[in-house]
């Protein structure tokens, strides 16, 4: 998805629901991908309107609010179309349709799901229109959405399970209490159970993460009590699909609930996922401000700032080719928050760009790893290099490399591995 990420971001917007709507990749994976789209359409919409796409798009033969029909086959099509080559397409018909679609009320968008369900089209169509109506009904009338699709509560697509959990957490904003009811019932029901040899219902999780996410603001102490019935194996789960989904007011919270009813391991491991979320918008200064919110441990400082620095690298690499001067902004910060971890972080990140072209390559990150080591000597930059780089087809540049290994036996062992 790297050339759908930097399109215009109101045409993002409008074609976010047919992207996910589409995709099966896990519920964590697409709660980053919608944030990050979220986080780029909040940039636009914060800039003075002079500097915005095409503020006043061509309203000539779009659907608009003379309520003419819209061509759902034309804006699947389009939208597929867009999923598939990365180009823009025709933005000012998608900036029109978007605003057609909020401005729906419920019933109107109910009425849209009856007909698209009545169309010929292909199945990948069909999906990324249903998230496209699905998003907007789910926050006019969450406890609506949650019944239209009483059949795919425990969907096998996981984007489906991902927009409905959604939808829970948006109930629970509302009326917690009654949210939390109506997913014990389905619970009662047998809505939930498993056919997958581990017992585990990966779908159960996300309903139960989002509405812990929207219990804690509201009712606290119901919160915990949610998470504290639960066997001491599924409350890691359910708190990873929760923290993403948390107001900053209530990280403090989280992390003390994380810390009362997981281990040490798993509370640490919690907390440092969220720290990836917020560096991969490439934005450290909000990590900084995140670790003094949550009041993070030195244990948690340490794994935060590990995640963080990585998938700072990572999210830049979204946009284009990384530069040396950013990842000496990485290891600036890092050294900020934690001294210890500057070296190895530091190469097994070069070791990941070694692995991409398009953000490093193998030759130039290997270069910067040796630069870093000549600077401070320290092996576990090397290290850290060779257990992330693809070294086999780069064999010159990678002996030339270990031989900088102070540690014989170290030293011995990367060899031996390049061959």
Do not use: C
């Not at 086959?73 to 867009?82: D, Q």
């Not at 190469?347 to 790893?369: I, P």
């Amino acid at each position: 998805m790297k050339p759908i990420h930097f399109l215009p971001p109101v045409v993002a917007l409008a074609i976010t629901g047919f992207l996910i709507g589409g995709q099966k990749k896990e519920i964590g994976k697409l709660e980053t991908q919608s944030e990050m789209l979220s986080r780029e359409i909040a940039k636009a919409n914060s800039r003075p309107t002079s500097t915005r796409e095409n503020p006043r798009p061509d309203r000539s033969n779009v659907p608009n609010g003379d309520k003419e029909p819209i061509d759902w086959k034309e804006i699947a099509a389009m939208a597929e179309e867009m999923n598939n080559s990365g180009s823009v397409g025709d933005m000012r018909k998608l900036m029109s349709f978007q605003r057609r679609l909020l401005e729906m009320d419920k019933e109107e968008l109910i009425a849209a799901l009856d007909e698209i369900d009545s169309l010929d089209l292909t199945d990948a169509q069909r999906t990324g229109l249903i998230g496209m109506i699905l998003d907007p009904l789910a926050m006019k009338d969450p406890e609506l959405a949650l019944t239209r699709f009483a059949d795919r509560l425990n969907d096998r697509e996981n984007a489906m399970t991902w927009r409905l959990s959604r939808a829970l957490g948006n109930w629970a904003e509302k009326d917690g209490p009654a949210a939390a009811a109506w997913l014990d019932k389905q619970i009662a029901d047998g809505i939930f159970i498993s056919k997958s040899l581990d017992g585990k219902n990966q779908a159960l999780k996300a309903y139960e993460g989002n509405l812990f996410a929207s219990l804690l603001g509201s009712h606290p102490d119901l919160a915990e009590q949610r998470i504290a019935a639960m066997p001491a194996e599924e409350r890691k789960g359910v708190l990873a699909q929760g923290i993403n989904q948390l107001k900053e007011e209530n990280q403090a919270a989280f992390a003390e609930i994380a810390r009362r009813h997981l281990d040490e391991d798993g509370a640490i491991e919690i907390l440092a996922s969220r720290a990836s979320s917020i560096a991969m918008m490439a934005d450290l200064e909000d990590v900084d401000k995140y670790i003094e919110r949550i009041s993070a441990t030195q244990a948690e400082r340490e794994k935060i700032a590990e995640n963080a620095a990585n998938s700072f690298i990572q999210g830049k690499s979204f946009q284009g080719k990384i530069t040396a001067e950013e990842v000496d902004e990485m290891r600036d910060w890092l050294g900020s928050q934690s001294p210890v971890s500057v070296g190895k972080t530091t190469g097994e990140t070069l070791g990941e760009l070694a692995n991409d072209e398009d953000a490093m390559g193998y030759e130039k990150s290997a270069a910067l790893a040796l630069r870093y080591h000549e600077e401070t000597g320290n092996d576990e930059l090397l290290l850290g290099f060779f257990e992330n780089a693809y070294s086999n087809e780069n064999k010159e540049a990678a002996r030339t490399l270990a031989e900088k290994i102070s540690d014989p036996e170290k030293r011995k062992q990367v060899l031996e591995n390049i061959e």
